[in-house]
């Protein structure tokens, strides 16, 4: 690559600035500033119809048009004096924390200007260049002699005036590519988006999908413009996809592409990021900053120093190459002369193969002249490389000179500003010492004496003292080489003046800080003393929401040094109960910065907690940041044991509120379901009895009428039955009369009994009945009460056409008596309570069925005086139900004496079955 001197001559500063900056007045707000920004696109001038446009159109609106200005960023001034810079990345970041920009003034959101580059005549486009790579800066305000603003030079219209075709052609995409890509899929909001950007602190994410074989392929790019453009057609970006806004087409690269290529892009389609892709997908990104990289004058002295590297590399390896061949070009020629000599003795005949040799010799010849052109060649693109070298040198912002035999005899015209000349030249020839403060001489010469041995001299600081008196601050360093067959030294010095001021400041600043410091500790005692005055547990935490801080009163109270409870190890004394919920409202009051109040118990020295309360304060700085916390923790416990037990009588008071509203409903449900029962059997006696008294029925009326009068009154005596078997049961006066029992006669009896009631309803009786089951101890009239009760209660449930089923069967030690039947079920949430005395799944007194909910009551109390149990299962309502019971096989058992058969009254209330 040869690079010719219009490519190596350094640009002015003036040919960077973008003197078309938005200048804006403090008092704008944020809306109007985004109104500017995006009104700067030439030829595409918004009007009230892009706010009405629909979706897909945007892409039309997002892509820039070749000559089209797109501003990235507005300059706040007041009265020509600049305030702030306002960037697209400034909005990003208000995007992404939600703030309503339509009361925001600039003013309040602008970055203020960090670095300015205030313009002179003599200032070439590294001066600003070195200053963007210095402080990471995307624009750099320029201002004049009177600190007005003159224009802004950008990444942009510094990589647009370098025309750096020669130089990005020799380097590779993959070199300067960025791995670390931000991406999201395109179903992401754009709100989403700009808060990805303030977290990962970029300017652009890539929208990316992956395909069936598993590779991220690139969609799209939204940058920071993007969303700025967004803002102003006040477009919903918390609704807005990335898919309904990325343009048609995507500009992608291969890593194997040069930075020619790339530069190339971005000015062609005007875009400032271009994706990176291979046959695995996603592989980077190219943005401008990767190109001013390689445009740093560093980098372009690294990129000359190898090439003059492998130019005297080749050149060495070509010289080798000839002296090779002309050792075998001589060997070969003595050989062919012998031979010739010895053809030319023997005879003539061998003429022909002289002329051959002859005609070799003269080929060998003409190689030697190409390989002297060769040689004159490579010369001259030595030649060039140096010529090239020093205007590379002359374009480093570091002075750079060549010292031989103690003297200069080269140096760069940044060396020459350096040293307070005005031409390199009146500079060749003078004694380097006469340039190096008093001081600092001994060390030069020893330095220079060490470079004559062929050492490298390592960097050091020293001082250059210019003709007129002023002193300079600079960095050094010198290696050895050969100039002109002599042995020379290259030094590079860089400025350091500024550093060094800055440096002092620092100082003074440390002197300041340490004497703030030492009155904020006598301040801190005095306030370490008030805190053990006072009868509170007193703490405090550093910024950090690290403990620095115990009382003595904390100390005595947990029985352990302060030491072993900084940081967070005072969690440690906290109640396990309490310990993850005040670590996580400790947390919460650190990350929002609010006030911590919170109750917890704290274990004592004795091993017992206490219950504390504890309140925490914080204190900030100018900036609002927290840099303490103070609290203090107060004992609450007296406080607390009056709470509970204040909770528990109130728990106990409601508790017996509920019992009794509960015994007062069940005892007027059981009010009304007796006289229900009771008046519709009288009802019916009654009537037929009128009836029957007027003599005005016919014989087979009549007899019906008896038949009627005597079913009721049995009705009426059962039901009177059961409640006076019921007090029987509550007084305990229920007596048994035991003795030995064959369950097959008792069961079928007891179906006999039943078996009118179920054909009258069309419902079959199953028996399955083990004749082999032997006797059983207990009372035949209450089993078979038992077993009719169940019965009856299955049939009762059971619809026409329906089944009920007797099952007798033997266990090891019991028989088991199942009644199952394809009724209507229970309800899951009633079974549990289906034994309970006057509880019924309907206690109204309009339900479908009769009865006082006493029957299976009475069955599991005499199935208990027998020493057995009853049990009920349902799989739901419709879905049938069964009853089983299980008796012991004895045939002796101790009489049950009348106190061990009494049950206590529950709660002195009856309570209801829910199937009888």
């Known amino acids: 690559m040869i690079l010719s001197e219009q490519h190596l001559h350094a640009p002015s500063l003036e040919s960077a600035i973008d003197t078309h900056v938005l200048t804006v007045v403090p008092e704008m707000s944020v809306l109007e500033v985004i109104a500017r920004l995006n009104h700067t696109r030439a030829g595409c001038a918004l009007s009230c119809d892009v706010f009405s446009c629909e979706l897909p159109d945007l892409r039309s609106v997002l892509q820039a048009k070749p000559g089209e200005y797109v501003a990235g960023c507005v300059l706040v001034v007041e009265g020509a004096q600049l305030l702030g810079v306002f960037t697209e990345r400034d909005l990003v970041r208000l995007t992404a924390t ?3 920009l339509a009361t925001l003034k600039v003013a309040e959101v602008m970055t203020p200007p960090r670095v300015t580059l205030t313009h002179s005549g003599d200032q070439d486009i590294f001066a600003a260049l070195s200053l963007i790579r210095k402080h990471g800066l995307h624009q750099l305000p320029i201002l004049n002699q009177t600190g007005q603003v003159i224009g802004i030079v950008t990444t942009e219209t510094i990589r647009q005036v370098l025309e750096p075709a020669h130089l990005l052609s020799m380097r590779s995409v993959f070199e300067v590519m960025n791995t670390e890509v931000v991406q999201a899929p395109p179903d992401s909001t754009m709100a989403s988006l700009a808060c990805l950007m303030v977290q ?7 929208i990316t999908q992956v395909d069936e074989a598993g590779t991220v392929r690139p969609l799209g790019i939204i940058t920071e413009r993007d969303i700025v453009l967004f803002r102003y057609l006040e477009l919903d ?31 062609r389609h005007r875009v400032r990021q271009l ?3 291979g046959s695995s997908g996603l592989l980077g990104i190219v943005t401008h900053t990767s190109l001013l990289k390689v445009l740093d004058p560093v980098e372009m002295y690294t990129v000359v120093e190898v090439l003059q590297r492998t130019i005297h590399r080749l050149e060495f390896e070509k010289l080798a190459l000839l002296e090779e061949r002309n050792i075998e070009l001589e060997r070969q020629v003595s050989s062919h002369g012998t031979q010739l000599d010895l053809q030319y003795r023997q005879a003539q005949t061998h003429f022909r193969e002289w002329q051959r040799v002859e005609t070799e010799r003269a080929r060998l010849a003409q190689g030697e002249q190409a390989n002297r052109a060769e040689r004159e060649r490579v010369q001259q693109a030595l030649q060039e490389n140096e010529l090239r070298y020093r205007h590379l040198v002359e374009l480093s912002p570091d002075a750079i000179f060549v010292q031989c035999e103690g003297k200069l005899v080269f140096i760069n015209s940044a060396g020459a500003k350096l040293l307070g000349a005005s031409c390199p030249e009146d500079l060749v020839g003078r004694e380097v010492l006469d340039f190096i403060h ?17 050492e490298v001299a390592p960097l050091q600081e020293e001082q250059f003292i210019h003709p007129d008196g002023t002193v300079v601050d600079v960095e050094v360093t010198a290696s050895p080489f050969t100039y002109q067959g ?15 001021r800055l440096d002092q400041e620092r100082q003074q600043l440390l002197e300041r800080e340490q004497a703030m410091r030492e009155r904020a500790e006598a301040s801190e005692q005095g306030y370490r003393l008030l805190t053990e005055a006072i009868p509170q547990l007193v703490w405090s935490c550093s910024g950090d929401g690290q403990c620095d801080y115990l009382s003595q009163q904390w100390v005595e109270y947990t029985g352990i040094s302060e030491q072993e409870q900084l940081g967070l190890a005072w969690l440690d004394v906290i109640h396990p109960d309490d310990r993850e919920r005040t670590a996580e409202c400790w947390t919460a009051a650190f990350e929002w910065r609010g006030i911590y109040d919170l109750e917890y118990r704290i274990r004592g020295a004795d091993g017992n907690y206490r219950w504390f309360r504890t309140r925490g304060l914080t204190l900030k700085d100018g900036s609002g940041r927290i840099i303490k916390w103070f609290g203090t923790c107060t004992d609450i416990e007296d406080y607390k044991c009056a709470q509970e037990q204040l909770a528990v009588s109130f728990e106990r008071e409601q508790s017996a509120r509920r019992e009794a509203e509960q015994a007062n409903r069940l005892k007027d449900e059981f009010l009304a379901t007796v006289s229900h029962e009771l008046r519709t059997p009288l009802n019916a006696i009654l009537g037929w009895t009128t009836m029957l008294q007027r003599g005005s029925l016919a014989p087979d009326a009549a007899l019906n009428a008896l038949l009627t009068i005597e079913r009721n009154a049995r009705s009426q005596n059962q039901l009177i039955n059961d409640i006076l078997d019921v007090s029987r049961i509550i007084t305990g006066k229920l007596n048994l009369d035991m003795q030995p029992v064959e369950p097959v006669p008792m069961l079928v009896e007891a179906l006999d009994a039943v078996r009118l009631a179920a054909e009258a309803k069309g419902i079959a009786l199953k028996s399955v009945l083990d004749a082999a089951t032997g006797p059983v101890l207990g009372d035949v009239t209450r089993l078979q009460q038992v077993v009719w009760n169940l019965l009856s209660n299955a049939i009762k449930f059971t619809p026409e056409g329906g089944w009920v089923e007797l099952r007798l069967e033997r ?9 199952r039947d394809s009724g209507q079920g229970i309800d899951l949430a009633f079974l549990p309570h289906i034994f309970e005395r006057f509880r019924q799944a309907d206690s109204t007194t309009t339900r479908r069925h009769g009865g006082l909910g006493l029957g299976l009551s009475i069955v599991q109390h005499l199935v208990e005086l027998h020493g057995g149990t009853v049990e009920a299962t349902s799989p739901g309502l419709g879905r049938g139900a069964a009853f089983t019971v299980c008796l012991p096989l004895e045939y002796f058992r101790r009489q049950v004496s009348s106190s061990e058969d009494v049950l206590p009254v529950i709660d ?9």
């Open 98 to 100: 939600k703030a309503d």
């Open 200 to 206: 990962r602190q970029v300017g652009c994410v890539v």
């Open 237 to 267: 970006l918390c609704c807005l996809q990335a898919r309904t806004v990325l343009s048609d087409s995507l500009f992608c690269l291969s890593p194997s592409d040069s930075l020619l290529a790339v530069h190339r892009q971005m000015q």
């Open 275 to 277: 994706v990176v892709t």
């Open 438 to 454: 008093p001081l600092d001489r001994p060390t030069v010469t020893q330095r220079m004496q060490r470079l004559s041995m062929g």
């Open 486 to 500: 002599k042995l020379a030294a290259q030094v590079v010095a860089h400025d350091i003046t500024g550093r060094k």
């Open 811 to 819: 266990t090891a030690r019991h028989i088991v008596v199942t009644v």
């Open 908 to 916: 002195g209330m009856l309570r209801d079955p829910g199937r009888s």
